[in-house]
């Protein structure tokens, strides 16, 4: 599932790549204190195969509105599916489809710089580069990784920066502009299910690595003087595969008072954790100083609350959930709270904050982050 970066028919509008081979828009519509999701469009890719990724082409701020809004699409039988959305008709109309992979395209992304350019990975080991225009023949195929690539993500701060991942455990940093030697190779000892770009800090790069829990790297030697990237921070949930990890969008400085006293740990909400403990087990979370970067787990849904800290803890503190959730349903939406969805945000973002979500197999759980990295 991913947010489409601009609004299309006055509504945010989330993409949903399927098991059924369908790829849906789901619009987001508010009411006084609640949103809900409602079906926008839907996109049937294939007969017998299985949606396995997508990416809209709206990564990078400052798309000009004479662009046009793309999704790109991979299944599991080794095929892109280029797709264009309208705000007018049917919504999601197919422009091209072909085979890009001998077997699961597990992945694929825009070059959010160029955006008639596409990047996959598939379970045959390969990496490969795709003009849209002209899809018959890949502009680039690499073999450096060693097994599937199943994680791709192009920078929306810097042209020609790429980033990627394989079940083969590494992440790899390329100059886009040469293909045939990455900038930077990280082991990461789990292979790597999501990369995000961090959406206000550039050099930042999170890494859902399965059994090697999740990873922020810090990429910024790599890039300017390509030396190796350096850990920020890292957690190992035990017994689970962390699939997913994702930063939020929301800007922390225009957060309303109460929700910031809550990331803050203030004590006048010390007692939230026992109102919501039916849901959430347990409050406790690794809360220490990483020299200097700290971590506090926000809220957990539906598992065990046991995390291993990599980076050097100092001891156990009490963290508060973020939101309230209720057996009925969880209430995701302050009142008040805005989204940064352009590049004025930067100037007011409190940017030592940021907030991370992870969810992870075995457990079941969703976790939600608060990272200070001040």
Same mark, same amino acid.
């Given at each position: 599932?991913?947010?489409?970066?601009? $609004?299309?028919?006055?509504?945010?509008?989330?993409?949903?790549?399927?098991?059924?081979?369908?790829?849906? &828009?789901?619009?987001?519509?508010?009411?006084?204190?609640?949103?809900?999701?409602?079906?926008?469009?839907?996109?049937?890719? =294939?007969?017998?195969?299985?949606?396995?990724?997508?990416?809209?082409?709206?990564?990078?701020?400052?798309?000009?509105?004479?662009?046009?809004?793309?999704?790109?699409?991979?299944?599991?039988?080794?095929?892109?599916?280029?797709?264009?959305?309208?705000?007018?008709?049917?919504?999601?109309?197919?422009?091209?489809?072909?085979?890009?992979?001998?077997? =699961?395209?597990?992945?694929?992304?825009?070059?959010?710089?160029?955006?008639?350019?596409?990047?996959?990975?598939?379970?045959?080991?390969?990496?490969?580069?795709?003009?849209?225009?002209?899809?018959?023949?890949?502009?680039?195929?690499?073999?450096?990784?060693?097994?599937?690539?199943?994680?791709?993500?192009?920078?929306?701060?810097?042209?020609?920066?790429?980033?990627?991942?394989?079940?083969?455990?590494?992440?790899?940093?390329?100059?886009? $502009?040469?293909?045939?030697?990455?900038?930077?190779?990280?082991?990461?000892?789990?292979?790597?299910?999501?990369?995000?770009?961090?959406?206000?800090?550039?050099?930042?790069?999170?890494?859902?690595?399965?059994?090697?829990?999740?990873?922020?790297?810090?990429?910024?030697?790599?890039? =300017?003087?390509?030396?190796?990237?350096?850990?920020?921070?890292?957690?190992?949930?035990?017994?689970?595969?962390?699939?997913?990890?994702?930063?939020?969008?929301?800007?922390?400085?225009?957060?309303?008072?109460?929700?910031?006293?809550?990331?803050?740990?203030?004590?006048?909400?010390?007692?939230?954790?026992? $109102?919501?403990?039916?849901?959430?087990?347990?409050?406790?979370?690794?809360?220490?100083? &990483?020299?200097?970067?700290?971590?506090? $787990? &926000?809220?957990?849904?539906?598992?065990?609350?046991?995390?291993?800290?990599?980076?050097?803890?100092?001891?156990?503190?009490?963290?508060?959930?973020?939101? =309230?959730?209720?057996?009925?349903?969880?209430?995701?939406?302050?009142?008040?709270?805005?989204?940064?969805?352009?590049?004025?945000?930067?100037?007011?973002?409190?940017?030592?904050?940021? &907030?991370?979500?992870?969810?992870?197999?075995?457990?079941?759980?969703?976790?939600?982050?608060?990272?200070?990295?001040?």
């Amino acid at each position: 599932m991913k947010w489409c970066h601009i $609004r299309v028919a006055g509504h945010a509008l989330l993409g949903v790549a399927d098991a059924g081979g369908s790829i849906e &828009l789901l619009r987001l519509v508010g009411s006084e204190n609640t949103y809900t999701l409602q079906p926008f469009s839907s996109f049937a890719l =294939e007969k017998q195969c299985l949606a396995l990724s997508l990416d809209w082409s709206t990564g990078k701020a400052g798309r000009t509105c004479d662009q046009p809004l793309k999704i790109i699409s991979s299944d599991s039988r080794g095929q892109l599916h280029l797709l264009k959305v309208t705000e007018a008709g049917p919504g999601l109309q197919g422009v091209a489809t072909w085979q890009a992979h001998h077997f =699961e395209a597990w992945i694929a992304a825009f070059n959010y710089w160029q955006t008639e350019i596409v990047y996959s990975g598939g379970d045959d080991g390969l990496l490969k580069g795709w003009d849209t225009r002209t899809p018959d023949t890949s502009i680039f195929s690499s073999k450096r990784h060693s097994m599937g690539v199943c994680s791709i993500q192009s920078s929306p701060h810097r042209e020609d920066l790429l980033a990627t991942g394989s079940y083969d455990e590494h992440v790899l940093l390329w100059d886009t $502009r040469n293909m045939r030697q990455p900038l930077a190779d990280m082991a990461v000892q789990g292979g790597v299910w999501r990369l995000r770009w961090h959406p206000f800090h550039r050099h930042l790069l999170l890494a859902a690595c399965m059994h090697g829990g999740f990873r922020i790297f810090n990429c910024e030697k790599a890039i =300017e003087k390509q030396e190796a990237c350096t850990v920020s921070a890292s957690y190992t949930l035990p017994d689970s595969l962390v699939y997913g990890a994702d930063w939020s969008w929301l800007n922390f400085h225009l957060l309303p008072q109460t929700q910031q006293s809550l990331l803050l740990g203030s004590s006048a909400y010390s007692n939230l954790g026992a $109102r919501t403990a039916d849901v959430v087990h347990n409050r406790k979370a690794v809360g220490q100083s &990483l020299e200097p970067p700290s971590f506090d $787990r &926000l809220a957990d849904h539906d598992g065990d609350s046991r995390a291993k800290l990599h980076s050097g803890g100092k001891g156990w503190t009490s963290v508060h959930p973020l939101t =309230e959730d209720t057996k009925s349903g969880s209430r995701l939406h302050t009142p008040g709270t805005k989204i940064c969805d352009s590049d004025s945000c930067l100037e007011t973002a409190h940017l030592d904050i940021s &907030l991370l979500a992870t969810c992870s197999f075995y457990n079941h759980v969703l976790h939600l982050w608060k990272w200070d990295n001040s």
